[in-house]
C-alpha cells in the first residue's frame, strides 16, 4: 500500500491594515522545474482545479502544500509540490502573478477559454456590481482593521512599560544556544521564505499552524501578552537560523506583516511558535512553553491593567466589525461565481486538468531520476 503523502497547509496572501498583503513571491522560487498560473474569472473552477490534482497526487504518496485564500479560506490560492519543484497559483487578482521565466519555468492555464462567452456578457451588469461591492466592503474591512491595528499598540504599550529588556534578551540567547548548539555561523547566509500561517477571513482568524509546526521534533510555544516581546525573540531566532546558513521558513503577523510570529527551521526539525488571541495555539505535552511574562514587572502591569482591558475589549469590537465585511465581501463574491459557474465547460476544464497531472507526474519522474544521479 502507497502511504498518503502529507499534506501542509499555509496562507500565501492576507487581509491587513495596509490592505491586501501578499508574499506570494515566495510560494516557489523561480528556478523550479515548473510553475503553472492558472487564470480565470471568480466560479471557474480554479479551485477545484488545484484542489483534485493536490488529492490525486497525495494519495500517490507525494507531499503537498495547499495555500489557502484568505478571503475564503474554503478556497485555495494555490498548491505546491515540495519534492517535485512544481506548483499551481491562482494569477487572478487581488493576488496578480504573471509568468517570470515565461516557458522555460511558467506556464499560464487559462481557463476562460472554456466559458460561454455571450452568457458570461449577458451577466456584465450584475458582474460589475458585485465587483463595486467587493470592492467598497474590503475598503471598509481594512479601514476596520487599521483602526484594531492602532488600539492593538495602545494594548502593548502596558506590557512594554512593564518589560525588563535584559531578561528577555537572556531568554532569547539561551533560546538561541539551545537551538543552535555548536552550529557556527557559515560564510553562506541562509534563505528566508516568508508566508502566513493563519489569516483573518469571513469565519474570522483561522490558522492551520498545526500542519506547518507539528513535523517538527523539537517545538517552542512563546507565551505573554502583547508587548512582552515574542516577536523579538522570534526575529533574534530567524537571525541567528539564517546566519548558520539555514533554509528557514517565517511566518508574519497579518495584523503586523513585517513582524514575525513562526518560526521553522526543517533541516533541524525545530519550530519556535507564537501563542495568542486572535492566534493561538494549544500546546502538547512534549512542547517547550516560555512565558515571556515572566520578563515584566508585575506591579507596573497590575497598575495599568484597566487600560490593557479597555484596549482588548476596543481592539476585539473593532477587529470583529472588520471580519463582518469581510464576510460580506465573500458575499459578493459568491454572487459573482453564480455569474460564471453555470456557463463553463467543466467536461473540458476536467480533461485539460487530467493532461496537466499527467505532465506533473512526468516531472515528478525528472526529480527522482535527478535524486539518483546526485543532480
Known amino acids: 500500500m502507497i502511504k498518503r503523502g502529507y499534506v501542509k497547509r499555509v496562507f500565501p496572501g492576507n487581509n491587513t491594515p495596509m490592505?491586501?498583503?501578499?508574499?506570494?513571491?515566495?510560494?516557489?522560487?523561480?528556478?523550479?522545474?515548473?510553475?503553472?498560473?492558472?487564470?480565470?474569472?471568480?466560479?471557474?473552477?480554479?479551485?477545484?482545479?488545484?484542489?483534485?490534482?493536490?488529492?490525486?497526487?497525495?494519495?500517490?504518496?507525494?507531499d503537498v502544500e495547499v495555500h489557502h485564500c484568505s478571503s475564503d479560506n474554503n478556497s485555495i490560492d494555490g498548491v505546491v509540490f515540495p519534492a517535485i519543484g512544481v506548483g499551481i497559483v491562482d494569477g487572478t487578482s487581488p493576488h496578480v502573478v504573471d509568468p517570470k521565466v515565461p516557458g522555460a519555468v511558467d506556464e499560464i492555464i487559462w481557463l476562460g477559454e472554456f466559458w460561454d462567452e455571450d452568457a458570461v456578457r449577458a451577466k456584465k451588469k450584475e458582474i460589475l456590481q458585485s465587483q463595486r461591492g467587493i470592492e467598497s466592503v474590503f475598503g471598509r474591512a481594512y479601514r476596520y482593521l487599521k483602526a484594531a491595528q492602532v488600539v492593538y499598540e495602545d494594548w502593548e504599550s502596558v506590557c512594554i512599560e512593564a518589560l525588563d529588556c535584559g531578561k528577555a534578551n537572556i531568554t532569547a540567547q539561551r533560546?538561541?544556544?539551545?537551538?543552535?548548539?555548536?552550529?557556527?555561523?557559515?560564510?553562506?547566509?541562509?534563505?528566508?521564505?516568508?508566508?502566513?500561517?493563519?489569516?483573518?477571513?469571513?469565519?474570522?482568524?483561522?490558522?492551520y499552524l498545526?500542519?506547518?509546526?507539528?513535523?517538527?521534533?523539537?517545538?517552542?510555544?512563546?507565551?505573554?501578552?502583547?508587548?512582552?516581546?515574542?516577536?523579538?525573540?522570534?526575529?533574534?531566532?530567524?537571525?541567528?537560523?539564517?546566519?548558520?546558513?539555514f533554509f528557514t521558513e517565517a511566518y508574519y503577523c497579518p495584523m503586523h506583516p513585517d513582524k514575525v510570529e513562526h518560526v521553522v527551521v526543517p533541516e533541524l526539525g525545530l519550530a519556535l511558535t507564537k501563542s495568542?488571541?486572535?492566534h493561538t495555539y494549544i500546546p502538547g505535552p512534549a512542547d517547550k512553553i516560555i512565558d515571556m511574562n515572566e520578563c515584566t514587572d508585575a506591579a507596573v502591569v497590575a497598575d495599568h491593567k484597566p487600560y490593557a482591558e479597555r484596549a482588548r475589549n476596543e481592539f476585539e469590537?473593532?477587529?470583529?466589525?472588520?471580519?463582518?465585511?469581510?464576510?460580506?465581501?465573500?458575499?459578493?463574491?459568491?454572487?459573482?461565481?453564480?455569474?460564471?459557474?453555470?456557463?463553463?465547460?467543466?467536461?473540458?476544464?476536467?480533461?485539460?486538468?487530467?493532461?496537466?497531472?499527467?505532465?506533473?507526474?512526468?516531472?515528478?519522474?525528472?526529480?527522482?531520476?535527478?535524486?539518483?544521479?546526485?543532480?
Do not use: W
Open 19 to 62: 490592505g491586501f498583503f501578499s508574499y506570494y513571491d515566495y510560494i516557489l522560487p523561480k528556478d523550479s522545474r515548473r510553475i503553472y498560473v492558472i487564470k480565470g474569472g471568480p466560479g471557474v473552477g480554479k479551485s477545484t482545479f488545484m484542489t483534485s490534482i493536490a488529492k490525486h497526487m497525495v494519495d500517490l504518496g507525494y
Open 175 to 207: 533560546i538561541i544556544d539551545e537551538c543552535f548548539d555548536g552550529i557556527p555561523v557559515s560564510n553562506k547566509p541562509g534563505v528566508e521564505r516568508k508566508l502566513f500561517a493563519s489569516a483573518i477571513t469571513p469565519d474570522g482568524m483561522v490558522n
Open 210 to 245: 498545526n500542519t506547518i509546526v507539528s513535523p517538527c521534533r523539537t517545538r517552542y510555544v512563546i507565551q505573554g501578552e502583547p508587548g512582552t516581546g515574542k516577536s523579538y525573540l522570534l526575529e533574534k531566532v530567524k537571525r541567528a537560523a539564517l546566519e548558520r546558513g
Open 276 to 278: 495568542i488571541a486572535p
Open 317 to 375: 469590537r473593532l477587529f470583529n466589525l472588520a471580519i463582518f465585511y469581510i464576510s460580506q465581501a465573500k458575499q459578493y463574491h459568491d454572487a459573482m461565481e453564480r455569474c460564471y459557474a453555470p456557463n463553463m465547460d467543466f467536461g473540458g476544464i476536467n480533461k485539460l486538468r487530467e493532461k496537466i497531472t499527467e505532465k506533473i507526474l512526468g516531472y515528478a519522474r525528472e526529480a527522482e531520476r535527478a535524486a539518483v544521479n546526485g543532480e
